[in-house]
């Protein structure tokens, strides 16, 4: 099984943008819910938005306003529009899918992709 391939972040002042991507296998991204996961240092993973194959999307109430999570079926990939960062945002985001068997979910991680926001 492929990981998913996470890129995008970056160091932002507050206040800023930024748009992550996840480049998912095939077979999961097709026939699953995909979600984006963020964990600072010294705290749990979290889930911050999820979307469903039909578009269904849901947030974190933290993130609600400020991100959108999208999904490119053409090309596998998972978005995150990130607006208005706040220092709290900080942390190495993942996506994953929540819906798919759990020894799939605890070994379907990649490599993650840090977001700093600071000025």
């Known amino acids: 099984q492929e990981q998913p391939v996470e890129s995008g972040g970056g160091l932002v002042q507050p206040g800023g943008s930024l748009r992550l991507s996840c480049v998912a296998s095939?077979?999961?991204?097709?026939?699953?819910?995909m979600a984006w996961y963020r964990q600072a240092p010294g705290k749990e993973r979290e889930l911050v938005a999820s979307?469903?194959?039909?578009?269904?999307?849901n947030y974190a109430d933290s993130v609600k306003g400020r991100f959108t999570i999208s999904r490119d079926v053409v090309k596998n990939t998972l978005h995150l529009q990130m607006n208005n960062l706040k220092p709290e945002d900080t942390a190495a985001y993942y996506c994953?899918?929540?819906?798919?068997?759990?020894?799939?979910?605890?070994?379907?991680w990649g490599q993650g992709t840090q977001v700093t926001v600071s000025s």
């Open positions: 979307i469903t194959t039909g578009g269904g999307t």
């Open positions: 095939n077979t999961i991204f097709r026939t699953n819910t």
């Open positions: 994953n899918s929540p819906s798919v068997p759990s020894w799939l979910f605890a070994n379907y």
